[in-house]
C-alpha cells in the first residue's frame, strides 16, 4: 500500500542549530503539505505545493522556516536557527489534487533544547 | 475562518463498548475527513465523506453538509482504538487547506 514516507522520525537540537526534515509523498500525488502540529492542538499547516510551485505559504514563518520541492516529487522543510517555541511534530501530507483527500505521513518530532 | 469543534473532548469507555463523536462546523464545505491519530503520532485517514453516510468495518460516518455536522460511530469499540480523533474541513474558500477540529480523545478500557 502506498504510504507518505518522511525522515527523520525523531531529531533532538540545540536552539540555534539548523534542521531539516525530509518528505516522500505517493507516487503520483501533485500535490504536498507540510504541517505543524502542537502539543494537544491540531495540526496546522505550513506550506502547500502544486508540483514544484509554492500554492499556500501564509503560515510559514519565513524568516526562519524555508521549504522546496525542487523536482515537484520529495520535499525538504528547513528551520534555521531553530527556537524552543519549534519543538512540535511535523507531518508531511499529500494529495492526487487540491481538492482530494489528504494521506498523512508519520511525522517528525522535532524536541529543541 | 471556519470554526469545527469536536465533542466530547474527552471519553472513556470500556471494550465492546458503542460510542458517537460529533463534528460541528460553521461553514458549507465541499469535503471532510475524519482522521485516527494513535499513540505515535500517525494520523490514519479513516473517511473522506463531503456527505452521505459510510462505513467500513465497526467504524462509520455520517455527513449531514445541509446541517453543518458529521457523526462517527464506532462500534464494539477495542483498546486498538484508543486515540485522539479528529475532523478536518478545508478553510472557506479553498479546496484544501484544511482546518483541523478540536479533536476527541478517546479511551478504551478491558
Known amino acids: 500500500e502506498a504510504e507518505v514516507a518522511q525522515s527523520p522520525r525523531y531529531k533532538i537540537t540545540e536552539k540555534s542549530q539548523a534542521v531539516a526534515f525530509w518528505c516522500d509523498p505517493i507516487?503520483?500525488?501533485?500535490?504536498l503539505y507540510w504541517y505543524r502540529q502542537i502539543l494537544g492542538q491540531g495540526p496546522e499547516l505550513l506550506v502547500q505545493?502544486?508540483?514544484?510551485?509554492?500554492?499556500?505559504d501564509s503560515q510559514l514563518p519565513k524568516d526562519r522556516f524555508s521549504a522546496e520541492r525542487l523536482k515537484g516529487v520529495d520535499s525538504t522543510l528547513k528551520i534555521q536557527p531553530a527556537e524552543l517555541g519549534d519543538s512540535a511534530m511535523y507531518l508531511c501530507?499529500?494529495?492526487?489534487?487540491?481538492?482530494?483527500?489528504?494521506?498523512f505521513g508519520p511525522g517528525t518530532r522535532l524536541t529543541v533544547l | 475562518g471556519i470554526q469545527v469543534e469536536q465533542s466530547p473532548p474527552d471519553l472513556i469507555l470500556q471494550e465492546g463498548a458503542n460510542s458517537t463523536l460529533r463534528c460541528n462546523f460553521s461553514?458549507?464545505?465541499?469535503?471532510l475527513q475524519w482522521f485516527h491519530q494513535n499513540p505515535w503520532g500517525q494520523l490514519i485517514n479513516l473517511f473522506y465523506?463531503?456527505?452521505g453516510t459510510k462505513q467500513n468495518g465497526r467504524l462509520s460516518a455520517t455527513t449531514v453538509a445541509t446541517e453543518r455536522y458529521s457523526l462517527l460511530y464506532i462500534s464494539s469499540s477495542q483498546t486498538t482504538d484508543s486515540g485522539v480523533y479528529f475532523c478536518?474541513?478545508?478553510?472557506?474558500?479553498?479546496?484544501?487547506?484544511?482546518?483541523f477540529g478540536t479533536g476527541t480523545r478517546l479511551q478504551v478500557t478491558l
Open positions: 501530507a499529500s494529495s492526487l489534487g487540491t481538492s482530494n483527500e489528504q494521506f
Open positions: 507516487s503520483g500525488h501533485a500535490t
Open positions: 505545493f502544486q508540483d514544484e510551485s509554492v500554492v499556500d
Open positions: 461553514d458549507s464545505v465541499n469535503n
Open positions: 465523506i463531503p456527505s
Open positions: 478536518a474541513v478545508p478553510i472557506t474558500g479553498t479546496a484544501s487547506k484544511l482546518t
